[in-house]
C-alpha cells in the first residue's frame, strides 16, 4: 500500500511538472547594441568578432539582435564587413537601425542597407526597416527610428511608424509583445547630460500609443551606451552599454510566462574577452 502511495505521489508531481511546462512559455536571446564597427578600425573588427565567438559559445540561444549602430559610418564598405562577421553566428540575427548606420546621400539609404542583408542572409527577407518576427509563442517587432536624408543623434518615430507599431500592438493583442530599437523612449538612468543630443522626438507620442495596450512586455534599446533597466506602466525598458564599452559585452535575456503568474524577465550583462586572433 505504501509503495503504491509513493507511486501515485510521483505521478501527480510528475504530471503538475508536466502541467507547469506545458503552460509556460520561455525563450532566450542576446541582444547586441552600437557595436560600431569599422573597416578601418581593426579593434572593433576583433571586438565584434570576438562577441560573436562568445556567442557561439553560449547554450540554448533562439537568436541574436543588433539594436543600432552596428556600424561606425554609413557606407557600403562597412556594412559588409559587418555582416560577413555576424555570417558565422550559429542562430539567427537580426537588425535595427541606429542613428550611424544609414544616409541617403552617401549612398547607403535604408533600402539599401536591408537588400545588403537579405542578399546575404536569406532567412531575414524583409526588406523594410519595420518588421515582425515570431519565435516560441512571442511577437518580436523591430521599430525604426534612423533618418536616412539628414542624420542625427536624435530619434525621430515617424508617423506611419506608429501607425504600423499600434496596429502590430492591435492585431497581435492576445501575445506577448517584444519590441527591439535603437533609440529609448523611457531614458536610462543617470542620462541627462545626454538626453538634449540624444533624445527621441516627440518621444510623448510613442509613450501614449504603448499605454493603449497591456500585451507589451518590455522594449530593448541602446544608443546611449548605457546599462538601465526601468519598469513603467508594466513595461520593461532594457537599454544596454555600446559593445565597445569597457568591460566589452552584450546583454542575455531569459523570458518566462505563465497563465498564473506575471512574466518574469531575466537580464545579465555578459563580459568577454576581446581576442587578437578571432576566426
Same mark, same amino acid.
Given at each position: 500500500?505504501?509503495?503504491?502511495?509513493? &507511486?501515485?505521489?510521483?505521478?501527480?508531481?510528475?504530471?503538475?511538472?508536466?502541467?507547469?511546462?506545458?503552460? @509556460?512559455?520561455?525563450?532566450?536571446?542576446?541582444?547586441?547594441?552600437? @557595436?560600431?564597427?569599422?573597416?578601418?578600425?581593426?579593434?572593433?573588427?576583433?571586438?565584434?568578432?570576438?562577441?560573436?565567438?562568445?556567442?557561439?559559445?553560449?547554450?540554448?540561444?533562439?537568436?541574436?539582435?543588433?539594436?543600432?549602430?552596428?556600424?561606425?559610418?554609413?557606407?557600403?564598405?562597412?556594412?559588409?564587413?559587418? /555582416?560577413?562577421?555576424?555570417?558565422?553566428?550559429?542562430? #539567427?540575427?537580426?537588425?535595427?537601425?541606429?542613428?550611424?548606420?544609414?544616409?541617403? @546621400?552617401?549612398?547607403?539609404?535604408?533600402?539599401?542597407?536591408?537588400?545588403?542583408?537579405?542578399?546575404?542572409?536569406?532567412?531575414?527577407?524583409?526588406?523594410?526597416?519595420?518588421?515582425?518576427?515570431?519565435?516560441?509563442?512571442?511577437?518580436?517587432?523591430?521599430?525604426?527610428?534612423?533618418?536616412?536624408?539628414?542624420?542625427?543623434?536624435?530619434?525621430?518615430?515617424? @508617423?506611419?511608424? /506608429?501607425?504600423?507599431?499600434?496596429?502590430?500592438?492591435?492585431?497581435?493583442?492576445?501575445?506577448?509583445?517584444?519590441?527591439?530599437?535603437?533609440? #529609448?523612449?523611457?531614458?536610462?538612468?543617470?542620462?541627462?547630460?545626454?538626453?538634449?543630443?540624444?533624445?527621441?522626438?516627440?518621444?510623448?507620442?510613442?509613450?501614449?500609443?504603448?499605454?493603449?495596450?497591456?500585451?507589451? /512586455?518590455?522594449?530593448?534599446?541602446?544608443?546611449?551606451?548605457?546599462? &538601465?533597466?526601468?519598469?513603467?506602466?508594466?513595461?520593461?525598458?532594457?537599454?544596454? #552599454? &555600446?559593445?565597445?564599452?569597457?568591460?566589452?559585452?552584450?546583454?542575455?535575456?531569459?523570458?518566462?510566462?505563465?497563465?498564473?503568474? &506575471?512574466?518574469?524577465?531575466? +537580464?545579465?550583462?555578459?563580459?568577454? +574577452?576581446?581576442?587578437?586572433?578571432?576566426?
Amino acid at each position: 500500500m505504501k509503495k503504491f502511495i509513493l &507511486s501515485l505521489f510521483v505521478l501527480l508531481a510528475f504530471t503538475c511538472v508536466s502541467a507547469f511546462a506545458a503552460s @509556460a512559455k520561455t525563450i532566450k536571446f542576446v541582444q547586441v547594441t552600437d @557595436a560600431h564597427l569599422s573597416a578601418s578600425s581593426e579593434y572593433s573588427v576583433k571586438v565584434l568578432k570576438s562577441a560573436v565567438e562568445d556567442i557561439n559559445s553560449l547554450q540554448d540561444v533562439s537568436f541574436v539582435v543588433f539594436t543600432g549602430d552596428n556600424i561606425n559610418n554609413p557606407s557600403e564598405e562597412n556594412l559588409k564587413l559587418f /555582416l560577413k562577421t555576424v555570417k558565422k553566428l550559429k542562430v #539567427p540575427y537580426y537588425i535595427a537601425l541606429g542613428d550611424h548606420d544609414v544616409y541617403k @546621400a552617401n549612398g547607403l539609404s535604408k533600402v539599401r542597407y536591408f537588400d545588403m542583408i537579405h542578399e546575404r542572409n536569406w532567412g531575414m527577407f524583409r526588406h523594410q526597416p519595420n518588421y515582425k518576427f515570431t519565435k516560441k509563442g512571442f511577437v518580436f517587432l523591430i521599430v525604426d527610428g534612423a533618418k536616412e536624408i539628414i542624420p542625427g543623434s536624435v530619434g525621430y518615430y515617424r @508617423a506611419d511608424t /506608429l501607425e504600423w507599431l499600434d496596429k502590430q500592438l492591435e492585431k497581435n493583442s492576445k501575445k506577448d509583445v517584444i519590441i527591439f530599437q535603437h533609440f #529609448p523612449v523611457v531614458y536610462p538612468d543617470n542620462a541627462e547630460s545626454s538626453v538634449k543630443t540624444h533624445k527621441t522626438y516627440k518621444v510623448e507620442q510613442y509613450q501614449e500609443l504603448i499605454a493603449k495596450h497591456n500585451n507589451l /512586455l518590455a522594449i530593448v534599446s541602446g544608443h546611449f551606451h548605457a546599462n &538601465s533597466e526601468n519598469m513603467e506602466n508594466g513595461v520593461y525598458h532594457i537599454s544596454t #552599454p &555600446s559593445l565597445l564599452t569597457l568591460p566589452q559585452s552584450y546583454k542575455v535575456i531569459d523570458i518566462v510566462t505563465t497563465k498564473e503568474f &506575471s512574466p518574469i524577465i531575466y +537580464t545579465q550583462l555578459r563580459e568577454f +574577452t576581446v581576442k587578437q586572433e578571432a576566426f
